[in-house]
């Protein structure tokens, strides 16, 4: 990638930028490497090198291998360099953590939610837990809840979940912070994550399924987050099943979610005289031929749902995760076996269905890392912050 024609402070932000991405994406790199790369001319590359050395953001990082002559000096991110803080907002608590710059939690605190439906009292308890992880040089907050989240406008439109209408998070958080807040739907965090350091690394278009309180997606099309026009896209779990269905918590009737999600579950669970999601699933898994059929249920109706998003979108993969992948045992077979019955034959004989690699950290993972892609991502040509 060249470096576009234009003002000196423009370019030296862009090529900066270049430069950091790339090591951060695919080093260690050499000087010649970068130079290839970039299309920098070797007097430009050397002095934002240097500058980026100063500065602690890239480092030297041993020698590379010879094509002859000497042996180059490798040159990577510094993932010290900073670190990030990302923030999951769940039914009743609010789980956080400090990540550095390569993804990796420094620091944990999780926080039992005094008032879920109070947002005032939440963002108090979001500002409470991110000074406790304030060590150090913080580039930014990233807060990721469920729900329809416009990430531009950074505002929770509509979290059923939670019973939020309409809450400015970023500009709340901002006013008390003075830091950076980036808002995202949890789902596309989790994506994020995946995309960047879990099991989405190999795959151009793919959709992270997640399974737990509630049911969502992140669409990752040609290595990119898909949010939709307004950020509303992969709200799969409020997608219809039945008209005359149940009451779905976000109003509508016969919602995937009512199927599959917790809800579902600890309803059968109640029905069926367990105490809980935990003691089904362990009726299941000894055999009790009426808890098996629950998550074999539970199985089709989320394989049914997946079904119209290979048709739709024709992923390479779907990347599952959430919660209730502790219990992918018991709903995965019958999963994968809808997904590929009843998908277009040659999309599912190609299709890759795959638990995630980052577990429930990914979430948090990811929603620092929006922090880190605002900073560090790739550049664009339309301008940089």
């Not at 480092?59 to 000096?73: D, I, M, Q, V």
């Not at 005359?244 to 599959?260: I, N, S």
């Not at 999963?335 to 795959?354: D, M």
Request: proline residues 4%; neutral net charge; glycine residues 12%.
């Amino acid at each position: 990638m060249s470096a576009p024609k234009g003002n000196q402070t423009f370019l030296r932000k862009y090529n900066r930028r270049l430069l950091v991405s790339l090591l951060r994406t695919e080093g260690p790199l050499s000087r010649s490497d970068l130079a290839r790369r970039t299309g920098l001319s070797p007097s430009v590359l050397t002095r934002r090198v240097q500058h980026l050395i100063q500065e602690g953001v890239v480092r030297e990082e041993g020698k590379g291998t010879s094509s002859g002559g000497r042996r180059p000096t490798l040159l990577s991110f510094n993932p010290d360099y900073a670190g990030t803080i990302g923030i999951k907002i769940e039914r009743s608590r609010l789980l956080a953590a400090r990540v550095d710059l390569g993804g990796r939690i420094v620091a944990r605190d999780t926080v039992e939610l005094e008032d879920p439906a109070d947002a005032a009292s939440t963002v108090a308890q979001i500002e409470e837990t991110t000074e406790r992880l304030r060590v150090g040089r913080i580039l930014g907050v990233g807060v990721s809840v469920s729900g329809y989240v416009d990430a531009k406008q950074r505002i929770d439109f509509y979290s059923p979940i939670l019973g939020w209408r309409d809450i400015p998070l970023g500009a709340l958080l901002e006013r008390t912070l003075h830091l950076p807040v980036h808002v995202e739907n949890d789902v596309n965090a989790l994506s994020l994550a995946e995309r960047i350091y879990g099991a989405g690394r190999r795959f151009a278009h793919f959709v992270c399924l997640t399974v737990g309180e509630g049911i969502g997606a992140g669409i990752v099309l040609d290595g990119t987050l898909y949010r939709g026009a307004f950020g509303a896209a992969g709200e799969i779990g409020h997608t219809t099943l039945d008209p005359d269905g149940p009451t779905c918590r976000c109003g509508e009737r016969g919602c995937l979610e009512v199927y599959a999600s917790d809800r579902f579950l600890d309803a059968e669970a109640k029905r069926l005289g367990h105490d809980g999601i935990s003691a089904l699933m362990d009726a299941a898994r000894n055999a009790k031929r009426d808890a098996q059929e629950v998550f074999a249920r539970m199985g089709h109706t989320l394989g049914l749902g997946a079904k119209n998003l290979v048709n739709l979108l024709n992923p390479e993969a779907i990347i599952l995760g959430g919660e209730r992948m502790d219990a992918s045992d018991l709903f995965l077979p019958t999963f994968e076996e809808t997904v590929r019955r009843q998908s277009f034959p040659q999309a599912a004989a190609r299709l890759e269905i795959l638990p995630g690699e980052l577990g429930p950290d990914g979430f948090l993972i990811g929603t620092a890392a929006l922090v880190a892609e605002d900073t560090f991502g790739a550049p664009t040509t339309g301008g940089l912050a």
